[in-house]
Structure formats: structure tokens, C-alpha cells
């Protein structure tokens, strides 16, 4: 059986990395690999015998390095400090170079600022940004190169590089450091004679303007992954577990399954587990994004980072460390941000062969330009092909868009599974949805009663029963008529009802043979005769006929699936909108209905929430569990909602398709940008500092495209 190793990777700087990368640890026999260059990290699944160790061996040897990713989801608080160590080093060398830059610039661009001998203090200026600022590119460059491999930085390197070389050969050798030495800005690369023209502000400018682009990128990522951080940091980091009768206060990694702990108003549960003792509104905010809190007392279940909002309770673990929602959230958004999605794939190729390449084109355009006797030219040219090709744009495109719409995702209670996923939300035209707990609450309640006397009769009988019926007539009695008579020589009758003596009276509860469009109707018999009738029923939930509005504004077409009565169901479905009904359906029938639904060419969502529903899920184009189900049916679908609230549905379908929708946006830019600039750089049109700054603006505009799915507003929130 395979085993999933990962991994952190640094020393990358494009996508072109991460495909080296990833190629090399696919030659590992038996491996398959995933390097995802937004997240910086790699996944590998390794047969038996292949060890952590060995794959970061195999990429300190490509030139990179590599360290296992900690297991426990809180480690990752260490990350930053690291990371904000890098990211200060990053803005000290742009700020540097920006500052010595702008007037190498200037001096070069306006003949108006040119006094004697101003290019040898351009010189003084550009040096120290070329060396020190740029020294990053030069250093991944060279070992790149003991690596006969390239990237962008061997572009970055190798363009600056040659601009300051020639700059140096034309003002020691040549006569640009002639006194009196004039020069003017283009936007076009340069035809005067190369011997009387310095390039020092293309060398300086490019340096300092992808250093720019590369420190933008750089903290945009770090904010990216800020979702993902967020979430692993919810949880609380000791408790008091009562041992003896007595609070201990111990850290939570120590708490076992089975242990009883004290949550006091306004902390953190510290795991998911049953109340034993004690009744409080625990604040599910974090986790579900609904801000009202939710009501908890003995027998329900809480979910741990959750905050206790009021009393003083007792729970008993039930699920503890890796097995958490916590934990299983942070680990899917984990796994959807280090998955690929195929057209990132496509692109990572593409980056991987396009240096090279670009090298190649560079080489053939100076020496096109050398060989029609404009030299000067040809250095500009060659100079700003280098640049302007650097695939920065084309790999962040997708996995900016994915880190950030996932992210976001997760904030609003939605897990999406994997970049697939989001493919499949913008072909479906048809959606499933199961009815009792999706469409429905999923629990029986009254809605309506012949009179108290029948209701008090009706409650203390079923008192006695665990049918889901008889619970919810009871709690009802209870609950408006305060405590229920006892009752004696009760009897139960499977299929028929049940009977019991309450106060001295013969009590017999049934299903009676009136009907009603959307509730199970009761018939209480009290010494023979009938007393009176409850109705009970599985109530709508409020936002399911707004949900299924939007769906429908989302190009879908809604189907009810259920397996109660067909008038029970067209009733629900004429409550909220549906108009397509499927019902009296056996939980082994609902594969085969979603089958018949694809056979028929439509393209078919799933939401529900049981056991039942898996195979359904499963087999949908995609599956939507509701979290508030059975861990089956969660583990079946492609994403998760952890409200049990179908607009939230909703929600997941729109922010993966805008998600998607901005993923094909930072593509056709990132390709258009490449595929636009280099003829204009290849043919002298395109100024070297110019190309620099361009490229580092298409880096940061696939970034600011991405950041923009931050302002994503749910519909589940709404007024």
C-alpha cells in the first residue's frame, strides 16, 4: 500500500522549478509526485520502503531544498517566523534597489538631468543593485547551472547580466565615459552604436522591478495561505480534564478518547464530544461562519475550537487529535491546495521547456540584430526577450486562485475536495436533492393537536418509545404541558402504534387513516373511544425555498429525491419550488435514479446527508454532503458543507465557479501576456526596463486577480 510523504520545498522561484522538481522525484521507482510551486510543497506517493529521507535526498540533489511536513496540524505555527525572516530579507534588497535605481533611471531617461561624467555615477548607482539586489537570481542561476538546468532567475540573471556587462565594455572601452556623454530614453530598445550607449538603467531598472514583482508575490502567498494557517491555529492548547473528581489542567495533545474535561464560559471546547453535564450556547462561528450561537446540554454534541458562550459544561471526548472536524477540515483544504488541476499541469510543461527556449530565441535575436549592423539593438533586444518571457504569471495562475478560493471557501463552511471539483460545478445543469435533511430538518416535530388532553395523553404514552414519532410527540407534550403522567403495562405493536394505562385509562396511540399532504397523522384512543388526532411532520427549513431561487438563478434545475409518500413529497417540493419530483424511492434505488438523470444527458449535483446517500454522491458528476450527516456520506462527496443549510450550497457553487472563472482569467492573461511581448521584444520594440517592469506586473496582476475572491459575499449571510 502506497504511503503519502510531504514535503517543504524551498529555493523556488517559478513554476519551472516546481516541474524540475517534480520530475525528478517521479524517477523515484514507484512514485507519483505532485509540486505545487503557490504553496511550496510537495506531495509524493511512495511505495513501501521508500523513505522521507530518500526524496529529500533526490531534490537537495536537483538543487533545491526539501524538509517532511510536521504531522500535527499546530506545528505550523513555526512557519511564519521563518517565512517573515525571508520576507524581510526580500524588502530590504527591493527597497535597496528601488532607491539606488530611481536615479540611474532618471539620469538615463531625461537629457536635461545629464552633467559631465553622470554615467560614471550611474555606474556607482547601478553597480550595488545588479550585484547585491540581484544577487537571488545570480546565485539560483549558477546553481542551476552546475544542474545544466534553467529557470526564471537564469533569465533574470543572465539579462541584467549582459545589459551591466556591456554597459562596462562600452564606458572602459568604448565611448560612452566620454565626457559630455549624452543619452535619451525609448520605449523601444536602443539603435544607437553600442560602444557609445551604456544599458545601466535596464540592468538596475529590470533588477530592482522584479524584485518588486517577486516581493509582491511573495507576501501575497504567505496571505494566501493565511486561510489554511488560521484554521490549524483554532483549537485550544490545554484543557481541564476532571480525573478523581478534580480539574487537571493538562495540554490537549495529552487528551484521550473517553475523557470527561470542564469548558467554563468563553473557552475553547478542546475536542469534539458529548455534553455529560451542563447546558450552554456554544459560538460555532469559526468553523461554520453562522453567527448565532447554538444551544448544547446533555446528550448533544460540540465540535472542538468551537467557544463556549455562557455555562459551565462537562464533555466527554469523543474524538480526539487527527480525527477532529478541525483536524479533517484543515486537511482537506490542505489537500485541495496541494492538488493540481489539469490545466496547471498543462502549464507547468509549458514553463519547463519555455526557458530554454526563450535562451535559445534570445541567442538567435542578437545575433539577427548583430548581423543586420545594429549591435546596439541586438543587445537591447536579446536583453528584453530574456525578460519579458519569464513564466512567473503562468505558473502562479492557477494555484493563486486555488489557495485563496479554497481558503475562502473554508471561512464560509465550505471543503472543496480538489481542483476537479471546480471544473465539474461549471458543467452541471441538474441538482439532486435529498429531502429529509437537506431540503427538510430531518427531525419529526408536532404541527398541529386535537386538543391538551390528547396531546397529554399522546406524550405519555409515547414517552415510553424511541420512534422518532413518538420521541417528537412527547418532547412536544413535554415541553407545553410541563411532566408527563407515568405509565404502566405499556405494549408495543410494531407497525401499529403502541398502548400503555395512563392515570387509570386505557391509551392507545396509532397511525390513523386520515391523510395529510405533508404529515403522518396519530390517532389517540383513550377507553375505546378516539380522543382526538396529532399531526407530525418533517418541517421545511426556512432558507430551503430561497435556496432552491438561487439555484435556479444559477442555471440548475432542482429534482426532490425521497423515498416518503409521493403527495408528502410534492408537497415539500411545492413549498420551496421544485417542480420535479422523484419519491417512494428504496435507499438502493437512488444510485440507479441518478444513472437514469445522466443517461438522459444532463450533467447532475447531489446534496444529501445519510448513509443512504453515498452511493449516490459517489456516482453524481458532484457530490455536495452535508456535514451535519453521517461521516459516509462525507467521505463520498467532492465537497463538504459543515452547515447542515442548503443556501450554503449555493454559496459552494458560486465561489467554485467564480474560483474557476478566475483561474481561466489568470491563464489567458499570463499566456496572452508572453505570447503578446516577446515578437515586440525579439523585434528592438520593447525597452529592457520596460520589459521588466511588465513582467513583474504580470506576476502581481495574476495575484491581485486571485486576491479579489477574498470580497466573495455568501447568500447564506445575507439579510
Known sequence: MADIIDLDITGMTCSSCAARIEKKLNRVEGAEATVNFATERARVSVPDGVTAADLVAVVERTGYGAAPVASEAPEAEAEPETDDAEL??????????????????ALSMIPAL??????????????????????????????????????????????????????LWALFFGDAGAAGMSEG???????????????????????????LGRFLEHRSKRQAGAALRALMELGA?????LKDGREVRVPVGELAVGDEFVVRPGEKIATDGTVVSGASAVDESMLTGESVPVEATVGDTVTGATVNASGRLVVRATR??????????????????????????L???????????????????????????????????????????????????????????????????????????????KRIDTIVLDKTGTVTSGAMSVVDYSSEETLRYAGAVEDASEHPIARAIAAEARERLGELPPVTDFVNRPGVGVAGVVEGRAVEVGRSSAAADTAT????????????????????KPTSARAVAELRRLGLTPVLLTGDAKAVAEAVAAEVGIDEVIAETMPEDKLAHIGRLQSEGRVVAMVGDGVNDAAALAAADLGIAMGTGTDVAIAASDMTLVRGDLLVAVDAIRLARRTLRTIRQNLVWAFGYNVAAIPLAAFGLLNPMVAGLAMAFSSVSVVANSQRLRSFTAVSRAD
Open 185 to 211: 530614453f525609448s520605449l523601444t530598445g536602443s539603435a544607437e552604436e553600442a560602444s557609445s550607449n551604456t544599458y545601466l538603467e535596464a540592468a538596475a531598472g529590470v533588477t530592482a522591478f522584479v524584485l
Open 320 to 345: 480526539v487529535g487527527a480525527d477532529t472536524q478541525l483536524a479533517q477540515m484543515a486537511r482537506m483544504v490542505e489537500d485541495a491546495q496541494a492538488s493540481k488541476a489539469a490545466v496547471q499541469r
Open 88 to 105: 524581510r530579507s526580500l524588502r530590504q534588497r527591493t527597497v535597496g534597489s528601488l532607491v539606488l535605481a530611481a536615479p540611474v533611471i
Open 237 to 241: 492548547k490545554d484543557v481541564a480534564v
Open 347 to 425: 502549464a507547468d510543461r509549458i514553463s519547463s521547456v519555455f526557458v530554454p527556449i526563450v535562451i535559445g530565441l534570445a541567442l538567435a535575436v542578437l545575433i539577427a540584430w548583430a548581423l543586420a549592423g545594429a549591435p546596439g539593438t541586438a543587445v537591447t533586444a536579446a536583453v528584453a526577450v530574456l525578460v519579458i518571457a519569464c513564466p512567473c504569471a503562468l505558473g502562479l495562475a492557477t494555484p493563486m486562485a486555488l489557495m485563496i478560493g479554497t481558503g475562502r471557501a473554508a471561512k464560509e463552511g465550505i471543503l472543496i475536495s480538489g481542483p476537479e471539483v471546480l471544473e465539474s460545478t
Open 114 to 167: 545629464q552633467f559631465d561624467n553622470w554615467q560614471w555615477l550611474t555606474l556607482t548607482l547601478a553597480a550595488p543593485v545588479v550585484v547585491w539586489g540581484g544577487w537571488p537570481f545570480h546565485r539560483v542561476a549558477a546553481i542551476n547551472l552546475r544542474h545544466r538546468a534553467a529557470n526564471m532567475d537564469t533569465l533574470v540573471s543572465m539579462g541584467t547580466l549582459a545589459a551591466f556587462g556591456w554597459s
Open 521 to 540: 397523522v396519530v390517532e389517540v384512543v383513550v377507553d375505546g373511544s378516539v380522543a382526538g388526532t396529532v399531526a407530525v411532520a418533517d418541517t421545511v
